[in-house]
């Protein structure tokens, strides 16, 4: 089983960019999809994107299209996530997860992410 590390959260100012990485660990990362979740205190963590093992499907949701982009390399075991024109609204705490991989199904379902990372803060100051 894939565990994973996030990296990159930090302090920003509003309108700048932040890159996050998520490292897998084990030769089985290719088996999964991945998303990135985010967190903000008092509210329900939030699927933001997603993207498939071969990294060919990816998942934006309404609240980031446009701002942010995914992407992945298996060779590396890494998932990224860029993060342009931040918003306060985008502080969080972001979390990257993983689901089994599917040939029949994108994007998966929220349940279906199983592993997860740490956790890194994204903080956007106005």
């Known amino acids: 089983q894939v565990q994973l590390v996030e990296s990159g959260g930090g302090l920003v100012q509003a309108g700048g960019s932040l890159r996050l990485s998520c490292a897998g660990s084990g030769r089985t990362f290719s088996s999964y999809d991945m998303g990135w979740f985010r967190q903000a205190p008092g509210k329900e963590r939030e699927l933001l994107v997603g993207i498939s093992w071969s990294g060919s499907n990816t998942y934006y949701g309404d609240s980031v299209k446009g701002r942010f982009t995914i992407s992945r390399d298996n060779a590396k075991n890494t998932v990224s996530l860029q993060m342009n024109s931040l918003k306060p609204e985008d502080t969080a705490a972001y979390y990257c997860?993983?689901?089994?991989?599917?040939?029949?199904?994108?994007?998966?379902?929220?349940?279906?992410?199983?592993?997860w990372g740490q956790g890194t803060q994204v903080t956007v100051s106005s």
């Open positions: 997860a993983a689901a089994p991989r599917s040939f029949t199904r994108w994007p998966p379902r929220i349940h279906e992410y199983t592993i």
